[in-house]
């Protein structure tokens, strides 16, 4: 399949396929809107409580992405220094593995005790479930300048920082950018599952109180409104992706 204008239509062709399968077997199966709500049951619901899931939907974007930023800044500094030291990399990647091993909504319950329901502990949670892609990404790319390449940097004079900022930065910006369009959905993730627990307002917590009136086809708009933010931004950071690292992928036909 190589004609273009069909490579840009087959996804939306795919979800439509999707959404009208979806509507055929709960109309079909009589499924009770309780336990599967069909997509027109949802679009209604979407309709009908449109400003407060855009009102909510404001308040999860925002603290997803603040959250996001900060791991983004920080994931990018950590990354560089595991990924040029030896020493730093045998310190704390033990410890930034077993971190990232604990489950996040494990963590939710402590961030309410230190700093009350609200917005900060969903933004700490985007934060701690997102960095870490960034940090293995970021030491992965500046661990892969060869041996060879950093020999010759050294003998024409260059110094380890030079090399590391002319040559492995540059070398880690499509292992950065390809980290950056998992994070920001893991960052999704983590302030949905704050807000779930430890807040008053955001998606995940317009889902909980809908799913605590038995609204069903709200909690389904709910997620498909993350869905929408998700592949959104996870389509801005492929955008930048393809303008800023072009030449890694120049003559390759996988589209990231």
């Not at 790319?141 to 004079?157: C, K, N």
């Amino acid at each position: 399949m190589s004609d273009p204008r069909l490579l840009k239509l087959l996804p939306w062709i795919v979800l439509i396929g999707f959404f009208v399968a979806w509507e055929a077997v709960c109309r079909i199966f009589a499924v009770p809107v309780f336990i599967l709500p069909a997509p027109t049951q949802i679009w209604a619901a979407f309709v009908q409580y449109f400003w407060p899931i855009m009102g909510h939907a404001w308040q999860t974007l925002m603290t997803t992405l603040v959250g996001f930023g900060i791991a983004v800044a920080f994931g990018l500094l950590l990354g560089i220094a595991v990924g040029s030291s030896r020493a730093v990399y045998e310190a704390l990647y033990p410890l930034m593995v077993g971190f990232n091993a604990i489950p996040k909504v494990a963590v939710v319950p402590i961030l309410i005790i230190w700093f009350g329901i609200g917005t900060v502990p969903a933004i700490i949670t985007a934060f701690l479930i997102s960095f870490f892609p960034i940090v293995v990404n970021v030491a992965t790319g500046l661990a892969t300048i060869e041996p060879e390449l950093q020999d010759v940097l050294r003998s024409l004079g260059a110094s380890k920082l030079q090399i590391i900022w002319k040559v492995g930065v540059p070398r880690a910006m499509p292992f950065f950018f390809a980290a950056l369009k998992v994070a920001i959905t893991l960052a999704f993730v983590g302030s949905v599952i704050s807000e779930t627990v430890a807040s008053n307002s955001g998606v995940g917590y317009l889902m909980m109180a809908a799913n605590a009136n038995l609204n069903v086809p709200l909690v389904f708009a709910g997620l498909v409104v993350l869905a929408f933010l998700g592949v959104a931004l996870y389509e801005v950071f492929a955008f930048l992706e393809r303008r800023i690292t072009f030449w890694a992928t120049r003559g390759n036909d996988i589209v990231g």
